[in-house]
């Protein structure tokens, strides 16, 4: 009788002992799961924040060739300075990304340092449930022998079931040692990201140091060459609005061309659908003028729709039309950031590039016209209602009426006209209206 009065007072105990240590581990799973989201969230955030950074970093490296090809002219020009303008807005905003890239790493750091204070707890508690067991277990090796407990059994069934407590006794041993086991091994791999994880932090910090480093110098440079470019203003200032000029009588020309090959595309429909009418009736009655048609507007068969209908899904997100190369020049009129007087009116944007650097169509569609003007060539890529023009060609590898697709190479880039640098003018039409080119390319080449 006494026996069983102790091993029911034994049997409470270990109940309440279970329950306690079944609220512990369900309070350290639930917190184990949140912090795993955590993790996962901040790896894809950091992940996020080194593919800027590498897009960030090779526009820098690309500007920096592009610095070096015109320096070696050994006289400072406007391009120059527009693309030191554009280099320190570059440098801005990596050390930008780069203090997101720390405070990244910050957060981690601590995510993962509480992470393994957690699991050191996890560990108190299993080598508490632990030494509980094996003082239990030590307390009572003399009090009762196991195999007279067995024997000792009213039935074969409560005898299995003694035995069957022995093995779920031992087993449950073994489970706490390899899983104390296992956690002693999780955080030791823990501290070893998080030692990681400070390199990689300092690593950081040092890259943001070297770019300011380099942002002051580009800044002193720019201001030097700014100076020089004052003192002969006048003359620069001449120089920019003859090629404005220029650059209207271009435009004029190549609006004429769309207005043109809008007509006769239109009239070239409506000419389809008469003979058609013409061939269904056949009779007597008088066939209907076919309408007037427009030099504004281009009207749309169904396959046009389509592609004109995917060209605007894509918006945002269409390729560049090079794959290198750095905008020194964008839309819209303002006064010339270097030259006051001198009001510049862009109706697209330009884009500086190395020698012998490829043209891309930046959608699918069709070659509506190759063009020879003032020295270069210019390449119309129809989209349905939509245009992509690319102006300044050196040479051009397809012609009027081909099928092209998007990154088909459409040509190379000349030299800007009365310079040795390279310069692609790149334009988005609908119908006759120039729009903005910087809504429609994707922020990445």
């Not at 580009?218 to 030097?224: F, G, H, L, P």
């Not at 043209?359 to 989209?383: E, P």
């Not at 102006?391 to 040795?420: C, E, F, I, P, R």
């Not at 006759?432 to 910087?438: I, K, R, V």
């Amino acid at each position: 009788m006494e026996k069983f009065l102790y091993f029911c007072k034994l049997g409470n105990s270990k109940k309440k002992l279970f329950e306690d240590k079944m609220k512990r581990w369900f309070i350290l799973l639930a917190f184990s799961m949140l912090t795993i989201i955590c993790v996962l969230f901040a790896q894809n955030s950091s992940e996020k924040l080194k593919n800027n950074k590498r897009v960030i970093e090779n526009e820098i490296e690309n500007t920096q060739k592009l610095l070096d090809q015109i320096r070696k002219n050994q006289k400072t020009s406007l391009q120059e300075i527009q693309l030191l303008r554009q280099q320190i807005n570059n440098r801005e905003v990596l050390i930008t990304e780069l203090n997101n890239e720390l405070y990244q790493y910050e957060m981690e750091l601590e995510l993962n340092i509480k992470l393994s204070r957690d699991l050191d707890k996890k560990l108190e508690y299993m080598k508490t449930d632990y030494e509980r067991v094996v003082y239990l277990a030590y307390k009572n090796r003399k009090l009762v022998d196991r195999l007279t407990f067995l024997l000792s059994a009213d039935d074969f069934s409560q005898m299995f079931r003694r035995a069957r407590y022995y093995a779920i006794f031992a087993e449950n041993v073994k489970y706490q040692v390899a899983l104390i086991k296992k956690t002693k091994e999780e955080i030791e791999i823990k501290n070893a990201e998080i030692i990681i994880l400070k390199e990689q932090k300092q690593a950081v910090l040092d890259g943001k140091e070297l770019e300011i480093k380099n942002l002051e110098q580009d800044r002193k440079a720019k201001t030097k060459n700014a100076e020089q470019l004052k003192k002969k203003e006048k003359a620069l200032a001449s120089d920019l609005k003859e090629k404005q000029k220029k650059r209207r009588e271009l435009d004029a020309a190549i609006k004429k061309a769309i207005e043109n090959e809008i007509k006769a595309a239109n009239a070239k429909k409506n000419t389809k659908k008469t003979d058609n009418k013409t061939t269904d009736n056949k009779t007597n009655k008088t066939v209907e003028n076919p309408k007037q048609t427009s030099s504004t507007v281009i009207e749309l068969t169904p396959d046009e729709k389509i592609v004109s209908d995917s060209f605007i899904s894509n918006k945002g997100k269409l390729p560049w039309p090079v794959a290198k190369g750095t905008k020194i020049s964008d839309f819209g009129t303002a006064p010339h950031p270097d030259v006051p007087s001198v009001m510049i009116e862009n109706r697209g944007i330009d884009i500086l590039v190395e020698p012998g650097t490829h043209v891309r169509s930046v959608f699918n569609g069709v070659v509506t016209g190759v063009l020879d003007m003032m020295g270069s060539k210019v390449v119309m890529v129809r989209h349905g209602e939509y245009l992509s023009v690319y102006q300044n060609l050196a040479t051009v590898n397809v012609k009027k009426g081909d099928q092209v697709t998007t990154k088909q190479v459409l040509g190379t880039v000349a030299k800007s006209n009365g310079s040795d640098i390279y310069e692609l003018h790149f334009e988005v039409w609908k119908n006759t209206t120039f729009l903005n080119p910087n809504s429609w390319l994707s922020s990445s080449k």
